[in-house]
């Protein structure tokens, strides 16, 4: 009789009372400075934020409760409710890849969107869960999620001293040739939240009344981010700035954030988010890699305000230096690879042409000091009628010496995609009038009456003469991928590849995938194989942009070089300093949020050879400046053959720092070596190679 009432008690007690939720802590550090407390079915999670503040965040493990029971700022022992009540959200658009036409998962010519795909949400199970600390972090592992043939787990990371924190759908396939898509957010289960606040394209703050039945719409914001007026203060919502956007041939802005009810007719309520437009600029589409069993954090980041929307959006904007490139002394920023277009849609149409374009208003507002041109595109006359092409450079040159200044260098380049096969880009560090054709028996250069020397380039041999006689440089264009599928291997033997006007090739984090914690894999492992080679190459990010304007996306398509340069050239006497910069790995590499102003092994800068005692000691001295919290710095060396990692953790690191690292690695045997370093959200920057004595 005792047993049968109890199962009846049972039965009718709630669900929360039933039995407490699994919870495994043994990779929890008790003496770290985030507290936890497990009630039932309730995680409670405290951990300290900027200014003496904490955050404290209230898991609910019922199924049928939202999972966020309360999110809430403590300043001095009192606790502010900033929001309560909220699901995530996770939308997985699942697709495939074409990986036999080009070169695999390198491939970007691939219109995915054109082929069958599905979107499905994915549903999360509340079984289990895990609280790992890791360095500065804690991290919640939430068991299970699904979504067609992906499976795996919640994770939720708070970073010690920051009201920032992270929702990644960490998930997996075993699926070839997949490539992904999604759109992610949060859910106002209990419609608590007050007003939709974003800063639009015109860096206006905008803010409208919640009304929880209006149909879901897509914006078009600054910063990536959205934000919702709580109950005491705002939440905001944005993604990692640079590794939650696939490669495009644009940077339109396509609508990266949402808001409202019943989103993509899938989801069920009031909400907010970013999301991805999965027909991308209607050109090539590639999506997201996903290979089998690679584990894909489809994240975003979450930040807590126990004031306004406004204050929520300042905080979010130091992340990114409010998307622009910070100077540092000795240094000047550089970016290249623009296909603009303007002498030929402007100049030679002759149409009206603006005191400032719009494109030198970006650049200038973006914080790049130097900027190298990729123009005629497939648009102008590259092979002639001589005087035609003759007039476009011109065109070209005026416009540069025009529009550069003290603030901004806007320097002449091309694409040429002759001679050398696959694409490339020139540089040259003064103005070059050349044709790319040269008839039989026609001189290589000759004097005109008008534009002075002129060169003709008929074959890959008149190309490097031009380049050695111009102290020009020539590198590989989207090396590996696009239209230099087989470049530069193909040519690696070539005696214009190892001419030291061949400086090597350019990065863009291209192709994407979210299961790798750093960006542009394909052409870091190219410089490791140029290195290998025995090849003093260096290699220059790129951004490989067509149109440019405010509106646009840009900070998440760019990329920048930190040239070691005291003084800015100025255009009229020519600017050979940036091509020497360039070619002799006098700089390193960033996406903005992690620089390296000082970075030396046994006294000696990048491009420069070092020289190991007889215990092969190197020793490395390094300082990081960053915004998001570090991740890791890693040491890459060789011996010719092979290739050496050795990873540094930096978990212990917490947001918006700066540290001089000091520390010993073995080289012994090897022939080269070069760092990275890249934070939580997958940006990072790197060096250039240093070369080894042995």
């Known amino acids: 009789m005792k047993l049968k009432l109890f199962l009846i008690l049972c039965f ?20 770290s400075e985030t507290v936890f407390d497990v009630s039932g079915n309730l995680l409670r999670f405290k951990w300290p934020t900027e200014n003496q503040r904490f955050a404290e965040v209230v898991l609910n493990m019922l199924p049928t409760e939202p999972l966020f029971k309360s999110l809430s700022i403590i300043t001095k022992g009192a606790a502010k409710v900033i929001s309560s009540d909220l699901d995530p959200v996770f939308l997985l658009s699942i697709g495939r890849r074409d990986l036999l036409s080009q070169n ?63 929702i990644a759908a960490v998930v997996s396939t075993i699926d070839d040739a997949t490539a992904i898509v999604y759109d992610a957010g949060l859910i106002d289960k209990k419609s608590g939240w007050k007003n939709i606040s974003w800063t639009n394209t015109s860096d206006e703050f905008m803010t409208c009344r919640v009304k929880p039945t209006d149909t879901a719409k897509n914006l078009a914001v600054k910063y990536r981010a959205i934000a919702a007026k709580g109950q005491n203060g705002a939440i905001a919502i944005f993604p990692a700035p640079h590794q939650y956007f696939y490669p495009l041939d644009e940077a339109f802005n396509l609508k990266f954030t949402w808001y409202g009810d019943d989103y993509r007719n899938v989801v069920d309520g009031f909400g907010m988010g970013i999301r991805q437009d999965l027909k ?99 648009t102008a006359h590259p092979q002639g009628p001589d005087e035609l092409r003759l007039l476009e450079l011109k065109m070209l040159f005026d416009m540069c010496k025009k529009y550069s200044d003290d603030k901004l260098l806007l320097l002449p380049g091309e694409e040429p995609n002759e001679f050398f096969g696959g694409h490339w880009l020139e540089f ?41 006689m111009e102290n020009g440089l020539a590198w590989t264009a989207h090396a590996r991928t ?53 090849e003093r190459k260096t290699v220059i990010t790129e951004a490989d942009l067509f149109t440019i304007t405010p509106e646009n996306e840009m900070y998440a398509h760019l990329n920048v070089n930190y040239l070691m340069m005291e003084k800015m050239p100025s255009y009229s006497e020519g600017w050979q300093p940036v091509l020497t910069a360039m070619q002799k790995g006098k700089f390193f590499s960033s996406t903005g949020e992690v620089l390296i102003p000082q970075l030396s092994i046994n006294g000696e800068i990048s491009g420069e050879t070092i020289t190991l005692g007889k215990t092969g000691i190197a020793n490395i001295k390094l300082k990081l400046n960053w915004t998001f919290p570090m991740n890791f710095i890693e040491i890459i060396s060789g011996d010719g053959t092979k290739i050496y990692r050795d990873k540094i953790d930096l978990s212990d690191t917490k947001a918006f720092g700066d540290r001089l690292f000091q520390f010993k690695t073995k080289l012994t045997g090897c022939k080269w070596v070069r760092v990275e370093a890249w934070d939580i959200a997958a940006n990072g920057a790197f060096s250039q190679t240093f070369y080894i004595d042995n």
């Open 104 to 166: 695999g998962w390198n491939i970007f010519f691939d219109k995915v969107p054109l082929k069958p795909y599905k979107t499905y949400p994915i549903k999360l199970k509340k079984t289990s869960a895990e609280i790992i600390t890791v360095g500065n972090r804690t991290v919640i592992k939430i068991s299970a999620l699904s979504a067609d043939k992906f499976n795996g787990d919640l994770e939720i990371t708070f970073y010690n001293g920051s009201s920032m924190f992270n």
């Open 280 to 378: 991308g600029d209607n050109r090539f589409v590639p999506w997201f890699n996903a290979p089998p069993l690679t584990k894909q954090r489809l994240n975003f980041f979450c930040y807590l305000s126990e004031k306004d929307e406004p204050s929520a959006f300042t905080e979010i904007k130091k992340f990114t230096h409010e998307d622009t490139y910070v100077k540092l002394p000795g240094f000047k920023t550089m970016s290249s690879h623009f296909h603009n277009e303007f002498v030929m849609k402007v100049m030679m149409a002759n149409k009206e042409m603006p005191q400032v374009p719009d494109f030198v208003k970006v650049f200038k507002k973006t914080g790049i000091d130097i900027v190298h041109l990729a123009e005629f595109h497939y």
């Open 428 to 468: 040259f560090p003064k103005e070059v009038y050349w044709i790319m054709s040269r008839k039989k028996g026609q001189s290589l250069f000759e004097n005109h009456p008008v534009y002075g020397r002129i060169y003709h380039i008929g074959d890959k041999n008149d190309m490097l003469k031009l380049l050695e």
């Open 12 to 31: 009718l007690l709630p669900e929360g009372l039933k039995a407490q939720v699994k919870v495994n802590t043994i990779k929890f550090n008790r003496k």
């Open 482 to 534: 696009k239209g230099s599928v087989n470049a530069p291997d193909v040519y690696k033997d070539e005696a214009f590849f190892k001419s030291d006007q061949f400086m090597g090739a350019a990065w863009k984090a291209m192709p994407a995938d979210l299961s790798e914690p750093k960006l542009g894999k394909r052409v870091l492992d190219l410089l490791d194989d140029m290195n290998n080679w025995g």
